[in-house]
């Protein structure tokens, strides 16, 4: 492999000040909205996989504050408990943002990690690919590709910090390389610096530890089967290294991560079979069209129905996104003529196989559609790995590909200039003929620059075309209900509130409130794949029916004896203390669950009496002490609840129908009231 020129260290320090710099303007530029707007009022939805995120960032500071687990937590799902190792927490970015949570909130601890997210990550890339390639700019192309690719981008707008903060997969790929190829460092100190970095990427996202030590996997045995029928002797020479080092790497991390492994597997709040119960294993891989196609298709799911969605469940709110695995026809045409080209460089054939073989596996898997996943895709861990995601990996060989293309091209240009220049010398006998005049020794450089980046150009330009709609993002302000802002950090110490709408996998709404409120209370539901029926274990009935009624794209529950009996035992088992209904006033649509009104009249049967009315919302004390439900039909029902909504007597009026079961009573109360 190419060896980089030796650089005096001030250089070095002034080529990744003005590299970062640079990237940091262009991550400014996607998140533009944010900092206008102010980093602690706005987000891309305080919804969704984006509001657990926050709640993550939320709970590192507070458990490292008030000396909690900062893996596990009764705040949610009370009380049994959530195990963030098996949700998408993001353990090594909260903590890492700890100062920026405690002085200004979770809320600005998000926007400061997605803004950083694209930096470090084209840093990260851009210091690997110095390793390989002698023109800087080719390496700051390369880490832009990466570091602003569509898998870090289209994650971060739908609030998947988890999986776009791929920064340390291009520090893996350095130590492999040391570890397999260079081997000028001591083993130990290699060892140690991988088994580091494992341990890091599985606090932020352990799906992806699995994804990398697949592909990792699969490239040493590319290299081992390579070496091997190449120079059998040189492999035996430098084995001793590579498990030596690697010996260490395993040591490391078996050591760092015996606790983390333990409670992933057996400890509190342990989900046991597919995580995400709800999932088809293979189903949300991708199509063939994903890597040029500019609208993104995540299985049996596409970008248009997330857009369509989200305005009643909450999301990202801009323009339908390219898939996430996007290449674009540009970056794969430069890639293959690139290898074509320079077919003996041994570079392009290891990442372009690798990045073959990892595009291939992260094809969609499943009935009558076969693919090499689809051996491993019904094993524990492999099942609940969306295979679609591996593009974090074809885009890491891509970016490196795409810059060793642009550095030979300068290369090749600027050698091709030379010999002119230099065979329009040699050629001064009379009678040869005449050559083209060579440019000017001082053009030369320029010429083979401008070569280099018309295929840069050529590559990175369709992703910026598809990805242009949403810069800058779109993102919409965060709302807090006014009684969780005013009243709940007064409320006593262990409360238990049931917020509606209820925190399930479907309906997260009420999920940001308790971080953004410093986590004055815990709640008994919560997202992410605990957050299914099938994980509510003996309450899963009185869940189901929660979840209906706060889901409006679900039927409604009836109001049935059984229903408000199994959600009464649903709330005693849970420990609740209190249960909230906020005002609709300043809420967005997926804030507000099936509406105010109805969430009056849905508890008032639940607990057979009339709520309470406190600043902004609608309360009930002590569930446990209610008196019996009031089952009611479905057309009484829908009289009630259609009553009004949130100002203070129309509240009373829904609620006095439920208790008296009867439309008319509750007119001649509204009747009297305006007399």
Known sequence: ?????VVHPVGVWRRYLVAGALYLVGSLA???HVWIAGPSSVMTCSCTDAGRTLWSVEWSAYALAHGHNLLYSTWLFHPGGVNLLTDTSVPAVGLALTPVTLLFGAVASVNVANTLIPVLTALSMFWLLQ????????????GLGYGFSAFVLVQLAFGWVNLAFVALLPLMVACLDELLIRQRVRPVRVGVALGLLVTVELFVSSEMVLIASVSGVIAILMLAGYAALRDAVDLRRRLPYALKGGGVAVGVGVVLLAYPLWLFVAGPGHLSGMLWSTDVPGDLGNAVGNFWSHLGVWGPLNARQLAQEAPVLGGYRGPPTPSSSYLGVGWIAVIVVGVLW?????????FGALGLVTAVISLRVGGDRWGPWALVYHLPLFRDVVQSRFSAIVDLC??????????RTRSAVAERNLTEQTEQTEQTEPGTSALPPAPRPALRPALAALAALVVAA???????????????????????PYWFVNTAPHLPSRQVVLAYPFATADSQSSIPWQAIDKMHYSMPGGGGPTGTVARAGAEAAGFSVLRAASVPLLPPPEESEANLQAVRRALVAWEVTTVVVPDDR??????TGRGASYAVAFFTAVLGSAPSREPGAWVWFQPRRAPAPLPMSASAFAACSGLGATPSDLGVQVARCVLHGSVADATATGASTDR
């Open 1 to 5: 492999m190419n060896e980089r020129p």
């Open 30 to 32: 996607v998140w533009w």
């Open 131 to 142: 390793r390989w390639v002698r023109w800087a700019p080719a390496a700051f192309i390369g």
């Open 342 to 350: 320079w077919r003996r460089d041994r570079r392009l054939w290891l």
């Open 398 to 407: 891509a970016a490196v590909m795409l810059a060793v293309i642009v550095d």
């Open 458 to 480: 050529v590559a990175i330009v369709p992703m910026a075309v598809a990805l242009a709609p949403n810069v800058p993002l779109t993102v919409q302000a965060v709302t807090v």
């Open 586 to 591: 300043g809420l967005a649509v997926y804030q």
